[in-house]
């Protein structure tokens, strides 16, 4: 019996240690492979910290317990968008973006930082990325398709705030982080030259080129933004704190309006489609934030999206007592009942993009019934009413939130974009904007049409060659939920209060708020 005892023990002992050697060989073969970094989530709890780098989305693991029970583990990948989940980009863009890859490595490629006429320039900012990434691991080797880079945020995020925490607020945070997102800007930055400093930066990269003997993308991130700096500032262009701000909300053309608006000469983008800064990269303080915006003259305004900040309830404190300039801000709303219907069918999407990456179409089966019966289920309550405190619900509760900002802002200070009008006429929305922020007369009615095949308004006259159209947020691969009569007239009612509060408070009229 005692020696029985004691084997078992030993027995789980060994099955114990050779749990631990094989996490531990796991994490080693895979820590090899640094492209495909992701966090993995398991429901259970583990004894040994896990880090895996996987390429798969959802991997099983099958670990006995100390009383030798197998335990089957699932573990699924959690890639955080920080800032881009929103633009997916469609299989038309995706195709382009291949055929440029190519391009590149067959030699075709005109000028290294410069944009051909002909080129997209989102694209070839992405190309420069990809370029970039593949240098570091296999030596130009065709990349197919470029996924966005998946990012361990946990790890990361706790290293960036820490390294946030010794910055110099004197010198610039690009120069003194090694934050690897910052390769990736540097392509958008390239991207997007203005005319100006086109010419100049080319100069200066060759000249950095010839001194290092080096490729200026093979660089650290840190060179290279030293010289992208400094060419920027020889021209007379800097990185302030945002003069406006785009603060949602989520699903109501705020995409739409962070493509048209920016063609103004006087606005520049930030760096990248959406910064987060305050919902959820705050920790990283004030310096990483004026990081992420774009490059401007002083005649110009800087202007920042975030969809997200809308709905944050810290948000407006967070910008009233952090900003030492007074933003303005745009807030774009929809008819509450279709921004959430098209919310639904995004966070879909995102799921199933997140599970089954490849595998799109498996899911054109879905019928719009089916994904109404699934939104159905999440929205109404055990007892036949909304959930006001589901998030899909709560997000088109606007005057909820527009009661928040109003604590610290004036009304004046917040210009309200309905998306029916933008979609009616997008000009007139474009002109409300150049005068809410003082801006010299810039938008024509010729420069908008209906592009029928993009199914949505694209621009004639826009600075970008081949790129007339706003991305698209939501690849549409699931159909739009169809939601049954009694569940409709449910969120009407829901809703009618809220809206008509909402307008009200704005003094604007909504056809959705009656
Ligand atoms: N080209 C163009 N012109 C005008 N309006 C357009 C355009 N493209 C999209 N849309 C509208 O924008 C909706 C998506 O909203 P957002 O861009 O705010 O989505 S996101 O929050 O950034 O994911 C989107 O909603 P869905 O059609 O439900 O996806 C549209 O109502």
Known sequence: MVRLGSSKKTI??????????????????????????????TRHTLSVPLTLNLSKNVTILRLPDANNRIHRYKLERIDEAEEDEDYWGDEEEEEKEKKMMNARESGEE??????????????????????????????????????????????????????????????????????PRYSRMIGKVLS???????????????????????????LPANKQWEVILQVFASNGYEQRFPDVINIGVKKSGTNALG???????????????????FDWMYEKGLAYYKSRMGFAKSTQLIFEKTPRYFVTASAPKRILADLPTKPKFILCVRDPISRLISDFRHESELKLRREFKSNRLKYASRTGQFEGERLRQEIIGRFGHVNGSNELVDTSVYVKHYK??????????????????????VYAQMKRLEEFLGLRPFFKPSMFYFDTAKNGI?????????????????????????????????????YRPFNQEFSQLTGMSFSWAI
Request: with cysteine.
């Open 458 to 494: 694209c621009m004639r006259e826009g600075h970008l060659p081949n790129r007339n159209c706003p991305a698209k947020s939501t690849p549409s691969v699931l159909p739009k939920a169809i939601i049954d009569p009694q569940t409709m007239a449910k969120l009407k009612e829901f």
């Open 12 to 41: 789980a002992a060994l099955l114990c240690i050779s749990t631990v050697c094989v996490i531990l060989i796991l994490n080693s073969q895979l820590n090899a492979s640094p492209r495909r970094r992701a966090r993995y989530e």
């Open 110 to 179: 005109k000028e290294p930082f410069m944009m051909a006429a002909d080129e997209e320039e989102e694209d070839f900012g992405d190309r420069l990325n990809a370029g970039q990434m593949s240098n570091q691991t296999v030596e130009r080797q065709p990349q197919p398709h470029i996924e966005p880079p998946t990012k361990s945020i946990g790890m990361q995020l706790r290293q960036q705030v820490i390294q946030a925490r010794n910055i110099t607020k004197e010198k610039n945070y690009l120069l003194q982080v090694s934050d």
């Open 192 to 218: 997007k030259l203005p005319n100006d400093v086109r010419k100049d930066m080319t100069l200066n990269i060759r000249m950095v080129e010839a001194r290092s003997r080096m490729d200026f993308l093979k």
């Open 404 to 425: 928040n900002w109003l604590q610290y802002f004036p009304p004046e200070s917040i210009m309200v974009v309905d998306q029916d009008k933008m979609e009616k006429d």
């Open 259 to 277: 493509f048209f608006f920016p063609q103004h000469p006087q606005i520049v983008h930030s760096i990248g489609n959406e910064v987060h800064y």
